[in-house]
């Protein structure tokens, strides 16, 4: 077929629900996740008010911060928000199967950018989607391509679910040998925690004087933000949420940079910081947190708290386990990066 049109060979669905909506399964924006085909988050028999009806085989496209690339394939009929643009193929001129590596690829999504309109939440409209240009072959051709890229993606689902499973075996190896933290489960014996390890909250620093160019991670709540030429802690340490992301932990051995939005350990008391890590992870420290805005995690309330007090050998055995699934976790993202460069390549040449 050559070059054509998205607005030749597909379509924009309106159809709306007029009946009743119980038992539909919904979707918003936020289950649609990023650069991902399939969908596999929704939300059942829940109050909304939304209207728009979609049908299995259709694709979900965020419209709005198209920059997020979110878009997924409906496996079912549902409701969902106004702000996902239901597309659908014509059968004879866009193999349906085709349609979501169409939609799912880094020119389209481009594309849907250089459009959206609105500076805080920009949005695109179909008008202007329906406007892409890209390279279809005849419907023959089209087939061999919709089961390649099938393929592919399936291989690239299997390479996550091996990372997610990794991380499950470590969470179920600490609860192994450490049982619930919080529960102390295991009956070791307690001690206040600012025994265990003493937390101090972060530093702040301006983004205008930070260098980016150097190579100090700067941490925030969510982890690493940014880079600076200078550390502010020395040899390592772990990391928390202050404010914001709370209960998530880090973990670091280089020097680094914690933020006035984290917590950092000031001391560590001895213990070992690959443990500490998953300690306070499980710990749960999001259980003291305060405020219905942002929330906010103060050490004073948490510091007097009993944690178990662990032997070190054990704690030891721990970071070694991690060590070595952290090991896997590597190759395993490292060829998942191979794969997905590969997937998105071949995206760009038969579809760009």
Same mark, same amino acid.
């Not at 087939?143 to 689902?157: C, G, P």
């Not at 930070?210 to 030429?229: K, Q």
């Not at 933020?259 to 910081?273: Q, V, W």
């Given at each position: 077929?050559?070059? $054509?049109?998205?607005?030749? &060979? ?20 936020? !289950? ?5 085909? *399939? ?45 996902? *643009? ?8 866009? +193999? ?6 169409? &939609? ?8 849907? $950018? ?51 499973? *990794? ?26 925690? &600012? ?26 709540? %969510?982890?690493?933000?940014?880079? !600076? ?30 933020? %006035? ?9 001895? %213990? ?30 948490? !510091? ?5 007090? $662990? ?20 190759? +395993?993202?490292? *060829? ?13 040449? !038969?579809?760009?």
């Amino acid at each position: 077929m050559g070059r $054509v049109k998205l607005g030749e &060979v597909a379509k924009e669905s309106r159809e709306t629900c007029k009946d009743n909506k119980s038992g539909l399964p919904i979707v918003g924006l936020e !289950h649609l996740a990023s650069s991902e085909v *399939t969908l596999s988050s929704w939300n059942d028999g829940t109050d909304n008010t939304f209207t728009k009806m979609f049908r299995k085989g259709q694709m979900l496209f965020g419209r709005r911060r198209a920059y997020l690339k979110k878009a997924a394939l409906a496996p079912f009929d549902g409701i969902c928000s106004g702000d996902i *643009t239901i597309i659908e193929a014509i059968p004879d001129k866009l +193999l349906p199967e085709l349609l979501p590596f169409v &939609v799912q690829n880094d020119t389209f999504f481009d594309f849907a $950018v250089g459009k959206s309109e609105g500076s805080l939440s920009p949005r695109v409209k179909w008008e202007q989607l329906s406007q892409f240009e890209f390279t279809l072959p005849p419907l023959a051709e089209q087939k061999k391509l919709a089961e390649l890229f099938w393929a592919a993606n399936t291989t690239r689902e299997a390479y996550k679910k091996l990372l997610a499973a *990794t991380d499950e075996l470590v969470k179920s190896r600490f609860v192994e040998m450490f049982g619930d933290p919080v529960r102390n489960s295991k009956k070791f014996p307690t001690t206040e925690f &600012v025994n265990v390890v003493k937390m101090q909250r972060g530093f702040d620093l301006p983004v205008h004087q930070r260098d980016s160019s150097g190579d100090i991670p700067l941490y925030a709540s %969510n982890g690493i933000i940014d880079h !600076h030429s200078e550390a502010k802690i020395l040899g390592g340490g772990v990391i928390t949420g202050d404010s914001g992301t709370i209960g998530k932990v880090y973990y670091t051995f280089d020097d680094y940079w914690p933020l %006035n939005t984290t917590l950092f350990s000031l001391k560590l008391n001895g %213990n070992n910081i690959i443990y500490l890590a998953y300690l306070l992870e499980y710990f749960n420290l999001s259980r003291f947190a305060t405020g219905s805005g942002v929330p906010t995690l103060n050490r004073n309330t948490f !510091h007097s708290e009993q944690i178990i007090d $662990v032997p070190f050998d054990l704690q030891t055995r721990f970071a070694d386990f991690v060590k070595q699934a952290d090991k896997s976790k590597l190759e +395993l993202k490292r *060829t998942l990066d191979e794969l997905e460069a590969v997937y998105r390549a071949l995206l760009r040449e !038969h579809l760009g």
